[in-house]
């Protein structure tokens, strides 16, 4: 079974640039589509971006596009989401998901879509 460990989460000023990472163990990284979630106190946990296995296509929210890039390096086991231009709205904590489940196009943004997850890294954008 794959584990997930996310790091890089922090305070930062709007306008500003993080990198979250987040490094799998236990399994064959390839074969997972990963992506990244956030939640923000009090509301639900929401899709940010995610890579397919396979094609490696990439599905961007329209809040994060533009803004966020989201990659893997299967060599390292470890999935990237740089974070550029970070707004207040960005503050959440963001989970780093995977499953081996094959996903089409209508369900790759589901949450429940994604049966492995990280412990989460809290980002905040604030003056």
């Known amino acids: 079974q794959v584990q997930l460990v996310e790091s890089g989460g922090g305070l930062v000023q709007p306008g500003d640039s993080l990198r979250l990472s987040c490094t799998a163990s236990g399994g064959t990284f390839s074969r997972y589509t990963m992506g990244w979630f956030r939640q923000a106190p009090g509301k639900e946990r929401q899709y940010v971006s995610v890579?397919?296995?396979?094609?490696?296509?990439?599905y961007y929210a329209d809040s994060v596009k533009g803004r966020f890039t989201l990659s893997r390096d299967n060599a390292k086991n470890t999935l990237y989401l740089q974070m550029n231009g970070l707004r207040p709205e960005d503050t959440a904590v963001y989970y780093c998901?995977?499953?081996?489940?094959?996903?089409?196009?209508?369900?790759?943004?589901?949450?429940?879509?994604?049966?492995?997850w990280g412990q989460g890294t809290q980002v905040t954008v604030s003056s």
């Open positions: 998901a995977a499953t081996a489940r094959g996903l089409i196009a209508s369900t790759i943004r589901l949450m429940g879509e994604y049966d492995i």
């Open positions: 890579i397919r296995m396979g094609d490696n296509k990439i």
